[in-house]
């Protein structure tokens, strides 16, 4: 006898989506959520990329989540001897288009989560917080529940995983194993306090990126394709240094030198002249992300599903490693297998063979596979390790300019021409959508 | 605040509510004293003593799993902090 229909692990960006969707299919539908209030254990210096607005979940495209501010554009700078100068490689929605018309939206995920979970508990999902599922209850080599910190067992008759990169249940599921440390980046972030008009005049509505050579020390060793970044949010603005966990047989002698990193950035004369005089910090934290697991075969290939269990979000490996970004494709992951959970369920069949389904069509889905096995970004490493400057600049280029339509303008078309084969007034609905966040944020 | 919160000066925007029992464990055995999770360890949680990683400061643990992921022989022992506590952040 099960207890539900449904229990998904996590309110982070993926598992309320899941679950609403469930229980709007008339489901009794659980989520579990291991923090007080959903978010606040989800750190990421985060610009959700239009795409997921656009063929994500239709309730928050049409809704009013609470967004930071809106991004039209990447301003690509150089580091030189302590000097910035931004010269080619930056890309930007032109005016009058932008910033009205959006490549992405800045957000906390603490608000953005609970807006989220709100919406399904709206929708009849039942959502139990600072509660954490430990362990599956396997039965004949079956999943069929969790069994909770409180010892409790919850039983259900489809458990659907969203814990995120740790993969604990997967694991212990039998089915995933340890993302390997060549896949994880560790992302060290700073939130600093900044007045909004100061934002307005430095970097308005753009995301602002810093490369250097390697002998100018902002890049950490193991960056892998990282620079760093400074990602304006309403009052505030988010910096991030990364460096991956493990690369070519050396563990990151990382991280302890990220504050390093900082210190050197710190002296730059655009952080000196534009930052440093309106900036207060508030805060510092840091996190893991698989952002290379779909870039790596073994970890790829690693199941998603098993009987009676579907995983989604980074515990799937839904991570983008063309732009380091995991909201989207938990968002399409969610839907696709909340979909498959309403079949599975309606025919009462919860089995591996039926459930394989999902893992077909995440890999038919026109965004996904082609945005977790992007290899742009990683490739500038090779070009910060050893090729020339102008090398450099055109990776940069290639995967932070404008030469990243080469590679995803084909696949947002597919995911355009989907939409309005499906829905011919769909734009209308994206127009809509691009004016009530303008709004939402002014 | 609530009394029983912690906070660090070298992380600001954060809180902690300790957590119940230890959720991070080293296997001794296991452990070949190689040092990458004291290494990746932003927190400071872990130190070597006698050869062998030990965890010291798990209060300050932002529950990144670094140490997890990279500790080759699988010696470091990975669990959630249970009953809502751990870190908390408006901030991420």
């Given amino acids: 006898m099960s207890d539900y229909d449904v229990i998904v692990v996590g309110a982070g960006f993926g598992g309320p989506v899941a679950a609403k969707k469930c229980a709007e299919a008339g489901l009794s539908t659980l989520i579990l959520e291991r923090a007080a209030v959903p978010g606040e254990k989800v750190i990421s210096s985060l610009t959700i990329p239009f795409y997921g607005f656009l063929f994500g979940p239709s309730w928050i495209r049409d809704g009013d989540p609470p967004i930071e501010r809106p991004v039209s554009g990447i301003r690509n700078f150089f580091v030189k001897e302590g000097k910035t100068f931004a010269k080619d490689c930056s890309f930007r929605v032109p005016r009058p288009f932008g910033p009205r018309v959006s490549i992405g939206y800045t957000t906390y995920c603490r608000p953005f989560c609970t807006w989220l979970a709100d919406r399904a508990v709206e929708a009849g999902a039942e959502l139990r917080t600072s509660v954490t599922a430990?362990?599956?209850?396997?039965?004949?080599?079956?999943?069929?529940?969790?069994?909770?910190?409180?010892?409790?067992?919850?039983?259900?008759?489809?458990?659907?995983?969203?814990?995120?990169?740790?993969?604990?249940?997967?694991?212990?599921?039998?089915?995933?194993?340890?993302?390997?440390?060549?896949?994880?980046?560790?992302?060290?972030?700073?939130?600093?306090?900044?007045?909004?008009?100061?934002?307005?005049?430095?970097?308005?509505?753009?995301?602002?990126?810093?490369?250097?050579?390697?002998?100018?020390?902002?890049?950490?060793?193991?960056?892998?394709?990282?620079?760093?970044?400074?990602?304006?949010?309403?009052?505030?603005?988010?910096?991030?240094?990364?460096?991956?966990?493990?690369?070519?047989?050396?563990?990151?002698?990382?991280?302890?030198?990220?504050?390093?990193?900082?210190?050197?950035?710190?002296?730059?004369?655009?952080?000196?002249?534009?930052?440093?005089?309106?900036?207060?910090?508030?805060?510092?934290?840091?996190?893991?992300?698989?952002?290379?697991?779909?870039?790596?075969?073994?970890?790829?290939?690693?199941?998603?599903?098993?009987?009676?269990?579907?995983?989604?979000?980074?515990?799937?490996?839904?991570?983008?490693?063309?732009?380091?970004?995991?909201?989207?494709?938990?968002?399409?992951?969610?839907?696709?297998?909340?979909?498959?959970?309403?079949?599975?369920?309606?025919?009462?069949d919860t089995s591996a063979d039926f459930l394989s389904r999902y893992d077909q069509r995440l890999r038919a889905h026109p965004l996904i596979t082609a945005l977790i096995t992007d290899p742009h970004r990683r490739d500038l490493k090779y070009a910060a390790i050893n090729v020339s400057e102008k090398e450099m600049r055109k990776r940069v280029h290639n995967g932070w300019g404008f030469g990243m339509m080469k590679h995803l303008t084909w696949p947002v078309t597919k995911a355009v021409v989907g939409s309005m084969w499906r829905k011919p007034s769909i734009p209308f609905r994206w127009m809509n959508m691009f004016n009530r966040y303008y709004k939402l944020y002014r | 605040m609530d009394e029983s919160l912690r906070q660090f000066e070298d992380i600001p925007g954060v809180v902690w509510v300790p957590p119940p029992e230890e959720f991070i464990t080293v296997d001794r055995d296991a452990c070949t004293g190689c040092g990458d999770c004291v290494r990746v360890c932003l927190a400071s949680v872990f130190r070597l003593r006698e050869g062998k990683a030990e965890v010291a400061r798990l209060e300050r643990c932002?529950?990144?799993?670094?140490?997890?992921?990279?500790?080759?022989?699988?010696?470091?022992?990975?669990?959630?902090?249970?009953?809502?506590?751990?870190?908390?952040?408006e901030w991420g």
């Fill in chain 1, 134 to 348: 430990v362990d599956v209850i396997k039965e004949n080599g079956k999943v069929q529940g969790v069994v909770t910190d409180r010892g409790e067992e919850l039983r259900s008759r489809m458990l659907l995983d969203s814990e995120g990169l740790q993969n604990l249940l997967g694991i212990k599921a039998g089915i995933r194993k340890r993302y390997l440390p060549e896949v994880v980046e560790l992302c060290l972030l700073l939130d600093f306090e900044m007045p909004k008009e100061e934002i307005d005049r430095v970097c308005g509505y753009n995301l602002e990126y810093f490369w250097g050579m390697p002998e100018e020390e902002i890049i950490a060793p193991l960056g892998y394709g990282s620079a760093v970044y400074i990602f304006p949010y309403r009052e505030s603005i988010h910096m991030t240094i990364g460096c991956f966990l493990k690369a070519e047989d050396e563990v990151a002698p990382a991280v302890r030198t990220l504050d390093a990193y900082y210190e050197r950035f710190f002296q730059t004369d655009r952080w000196q002249s534009e930052y440093a005089p309106h900036t207060k910090l508030r805060a510092r934290i840091w996190d893991t992300c698989p952002i290379y697991a779909g870039l790596h075969p073994e970890m790829r290939e690693m199941p998603t599903f098993t009987d009676n269990m579907l995983l989604l979000g980074d515990a799937a490996g839904m991570e983008a490693a063309a732009i380091a970004d995991g909201v989207p494709t938990a968002w399409f992951s969610a839907e696709i297998a909340a979909d498959t959970t309403i079949e599975a369920l309606k025919a009462g």
């Fill in chain 2, 62 to 89: 932002m529950e990144c799993a670094a140490c997890f992921f990279v500790c080759e022989p699988g010696a470091v022992d990975f669990q959630w902090p249970k009953f809502g506590t751990g870190y908390r952040s």
